[in-house]
């Protein structure tokens, strides 16, 4: 009989997924691939259980609780026994990660009045299952503060139960089939501006009403995310035609995640995301919002299909399985790594949007949560990211960014106020 418990066996060490090879190659001394999703509580969060209820939830999550480590050929991921710390919050959300100092982490735990916040780097997870370990670790530190009993799922874990060991596959090697696509692409776009402090991030946050964002979007005949997509594209489009004359203006590109889970019948926790990159070129006349709208529409449409994200996905796959790559040590693949991340990431987009989507928690939790917030950490070349994500009908929208001009803002929450949405703006920004 075949035991799918994750054991101390499995426990030792783990490679890294096909998407998290280009994160540790990409990094910097000041900057890492990081994403932060954080939940705020009626009460004060008491700092002890909090401690408690980590423990308890790392257990769990055998994919959470790794260091990275340098090998010969590729980097790989090393079980932790040290207990994970606990920070208060700061103004500094989304910074790189000090390993050394995090006992080797890979992620933190966050603090403040009724806030508990998670920050992830890349490498660990993406945005599904940093969602589903913030809503354990909530789960458990509601059941140890309170004693109350929360029903678990597939997207709250039972922390009694021990770890799956499909939970820990790299899913894009188990499902990717034969076909590939092209990754060329012309240079997008990209906002620009005086940079600001290394230590510092803006965060500015719209928190709408997602019934009145959904019957926009209803009128317009497309999906929440798609109506978001536009007006970001819009806004960028405003920002571009203020400063290029047409004959040079750039594609206006935006990167979007897509959670691949969706499509395959896997409970893997690491990251399982794919990407669609969706957008218009002015430099072939002007467009109205709702031509923008029917590009939208229809190239998410297109490029969302389960067999163009299977091709997305081979082809990733591909070059992971290339000969040179295999055989080639690691201080040489690093500094190739690092060009194509730098020439397929960034360079093939004007910023990226994350919408993670309506969350939704058992009624004995959903009474002790009144809010949760997403947000990306900074992209190395795009000076502004999106993240979206929605709870009891509070829709909350964070822009991060790393320039001083608050343009991409300004254009976006304009042109949703002239159409009838309701927004209400928080801000760090300093004065």
Request: charge should be positive.
């Amino acid at each position: 009989m075949t035991n799918n418990n994750y054991n101390q066996k499995n426990r030792h060490w783990m490679k890294l997924d096909n998407a998290a090879k280009i994160f540790p190659a990409a990094m910097s001394r000041g900057w890492m691939s990081m994403f932060r999703l954080s939940a705020e509580l009626t009460e004060p969060v008491d700092i002890e259980v909090l401690q408690k209820a980590q423990i308890r939830t790392v257990k769990r999550f055998p994919s959470i609780s790794l260091r990275l480590r340098k090998g010969v050929f590729w980097y790989y991921l090393e079980h932790i026994e040290a207990e994970p710390p606990l920070y208060e919050d700061a103004a500094n959300p989304c910074i790189r990660i000090n390993f050394k100092q995090n006992n080797g982490y890979m992620f933190r735990v966050r603090y403040h009045d009724t806030k508990i916040a998670l920050e992830f780097f890349h490498v660990l997870t993406d945005g599904t299952g940093g969602l589903c370990f913030l809503k354990t670790l909530v789960a458990e530190y509601l059941t140890l503060k309170y004693g109350i009993c929360i029903p678990r799922s597939d997207s709250i874990l039972d922390c009694n139960e021990a770890p799956k060991l499909e939970e820990t596959e790299d899913s894009y090697i188990k499902y990717a089939r034969d076909v590939k696509v092209s990754r060329i692409s012309e240079a997008a776009y990209h906002l620009s501006g005086t940079s600001e402090d290394k230590d510092f991030m803006h965060i500015t946050t719209a928190l709408l009403s997602a019934s009145e964002v959904i019957s926009k979007a209803k009128s317009y005949n497309v999906t929440v995310t798609e109506y978001i997509l536009a007006n970001l594209i819009m806004a960028i489009y405003d920002a571009q035609k203020a400063e290029i004359d047409i004959k040079h203006r750039k594609p206006i590109v935006i990167c979007v995640p897509v959670n691949l889970r969706k499509y395959y019948p896997t409970s893997t926790m690491r990251n399982f995301a794919g990407i669609v990159n969706i957008g218009i070129s002015p430099k072939f006349g002007d467009y109205t919002f709702e031509e923008t709208l029917k590009v939208v529409k229809h190239q998410m449409g297109l490029q969302t299909s389960e067999k163009m994200m299977n091709a997305w996905m081979t082809t990733n796959v591909s070059t992971e399985k290339n000969t040179f790559m295999r055989v080639a040590p690691l201080f040489i693949k690093n500094p190739t790594m690092k060009i194509a991340y730098g020439f397929n990431a960034d360079r093939a987009s004007s910023t990226t949007l994350s919408n993670l989507g309506n969350i939704k928690l058992p009624e004995e939790m959903a009474c002790f949560v009144t809010r949760f917030d997403f947000m990306l950490g900074s992209s190395k070349k795009n000076p502004a990211v999106c993240g979206c994500i929605t709870y009891n009908d509070l829709m909350s929208i964070n822009i991060t960014r790393q320039i001083k001009e608050p343009t991409l803002e300004h254009n976006f929450y304009t042109r949703l106020v002239m159409q009838g949405i309701h927004v209400k703006i928080e801000s760090n920004q300093r004065y």
